[in-house]
């Protein structure tokens, strides 16, 4: 996929289909204030394990240090993963990570981030971290640029139903990549903004997936983003 930022904070993805995709990134102080309330989240809880297992005597040492190894490693990676890009202090602060195509977080992605975090904590407490999230433009860590990571503001839940077409919602006919359901449900999404030419010739591009050309493939690939989004209920 082709990228471009532009001067503020809105990241820019062209998908293959010629669609747009745009967030807005996440700076500093919101990831930080996140860091800072997971990092308070884990070590609540292992204070709590290591007061519990503290009587176990060696036995106990040795849980707690495999307990503590696992929050420290993989408390970030589940919940990037499992939990739609979002662990407790980034959910609090409505940003969230995934890829730097705008796609949602991969397993391969979220670990190599994270295993990074030792190389952004020196010199001494994230400093050369908070120093290249300041100096880049998407906001990276060195985790996030190894990984091809990014974190953006997720789209606030308004409880308003989307405009959504009045189609008949359909399953795609053949197996659609993360990155192809991202472009059909953005092309519903944003239909209003998109002449019917345009339209057609966008949907057009996919005919290998509605199977079908024209104003009959912008109807299809609308069923299809419809039934991706959940339908209208």
Known sequence: MDKETIFDTTYLVETPESIDLSAKLAGPFPRILAFVIDLAIRYSILGVLLLLLMFAGDMGWGIFLILLFMFEWFYPVLFEVLRNGQTPGKKKLGIMVVNDDLTPVTWSTSLLRNLL?????????????IFS?????????????????????????????????????????????????????????????????????????????????????VNQLQSIG???LGGKH
């Open 133 to 217: 999230i300041s100096l880049t433009s998407n906001f990276q860590r060195l985790g996030d640029l190894a990984a091809g990571s990014i974190v953006i503001y997720k789209d606030k839940e308004t409880g308003v139903v989307e405009d959504l077409p009045d189609v008949e919602e359909l399953p795609p006919p053949v197996e659609l990549s993360v990155a192809d359901q991202v472009a059909i449900t953005e092309f519903v999404r944003r239909r209003h903004r998109i002449s019917e030419s345009r339209q057609i010739e966008l949907a057009n591009l996919l005919t290998d997936v509605s199977g079908k050309s024209g104003k009959e493939a």
């Open 117 to 129: 975090r030792a190389a952004d904590f020196l010199p001494l407490a994230y400093v050369f971290g």
């Open 226 to 228: 419809l039934w991706l």
